[in-house]
């Protein structure tokens, strides 16, 4: 853990992602990297997929609005 003397942004960096704070006895932040078979915890970077996602998600709803749900209100002709 961080020590008073290299800042109190250090020390509480230190403490935030201190293994004692966030993880149980006996597991480290290694043991959450994964075994070697290719199988293992999502990482923080995985929430970056969540983006292009959300975007995609956005435009069809966008295209819906502005092509289908105006002529389905419409009695056909």
Same mark, same amino acid.
């Given at each position: 853990?961080?020590?008073? /003397?290299? &800042? =109190? #942004? @250090?020390? %509480?960096w230190g403490w935030l992602w201190s293994e004692r704070f966030? %993880? =149980?006895?006996?597991? @480290?932040?290694?043991?959450?990297? &994964? !075994? /070697?078979?290719?199988? &293992?915890? =999502?990482? &923080?970077?995985? +929430? #970056? @997929?969540v983006f292009p996602l959300a975007a995609g998600i956005f435009?069809?709803?966008?295209?819906?609005?502005?092509?289908? /749900? +105006? #002529?389905? !209100?419409? !009695? =056909?002709?």
């Amino acid at each position: 853990m961080a020590t008073a /003397a290299q &800042g =109190p #942004l @250090s020390l %509480l960096w230190g403490w935030l992602w201190s293994e004692r704070f966030w %993880l =149980p006895e006996n597991v @480290s932040w290694a043991d959450l990297e &994964g !075994p /070697a078979d290719g199988y &293992g915890y =999502p990482h &923080g970077r995985h +929430i #970056l @997929s969540v983006f292009p996602l959300a975007a995609g998600i956005f435009f069809v709803r966008l295209l819906f609005e502005r092509v289908q /749900a +105006i #002529l389905l !209100p419409q !009695p =056909p002709k």
